[in-house]
């Protein structure tokens, strides 16, 4: 499986921005894909998770409300629109398979990050 990512940018406090994850294998193998952010300084974490089947959905704490995860089969496809976004959102996005119980997990593939900077 390889993920691109893309999307990233600058954006003010409030602002909004859209990444995109384009899958291989997606229509065969249909992994659960989700989104990680590293900031400087910190450990990479989990973001959001979308399931391959139902399209459950998790996410963590710090982005509920503010960030949708969504994915669009036929373009091979996951999104992250990211609304509301704060200076602690600053960090790199990276896509990935994913899974998910109390927090989103990374299950073996990794994307190349697209960087997201906040600031005023």
């Known amino acids: 499986v390889q993920l691109q990512a893309s999307g990233g940018g600058l954006v003010q406090p409030g602002g909004s921005l859209t990444l995109s994850c384009v899958v291989s294998?997606?229509?065969?193998?249909?992994?659960?894909v989700g989104w990680f952010r590293q900031a400087p300084g910190k450990e990479r974490e989990g973001v959001s998770c979308?399931?391959?089947?139902?399209?459950?959905?998790f996410y963590a704490d710090s982005v509920k409300g503010r960030f949708t995860i969504s994915r669009d089969n036929a373009k091979n496809t996951v999104y992250l629109q990211m609304n509301s976004l704060k200076p602690e959102d600053t960090a790199v996005y990276y896509c990935?398979?994913?899974?998910?119980?109390?927090?989103?997990?990374?299950?073996?593939?990794w994307g190349r990050g697209t960087q997201v900077t906040v600031s005023s």
């Open positions: 294998e997606f229509t065969l193998n249909r992994p659960a």
């Open positions: 990935g398979t994913c899974g998910y119980g109390d927090r989103v997990y990374n299950t073996g593939y």
């Open positions: 979308i399931s391959s089947g139902r399209d459950s959905t």
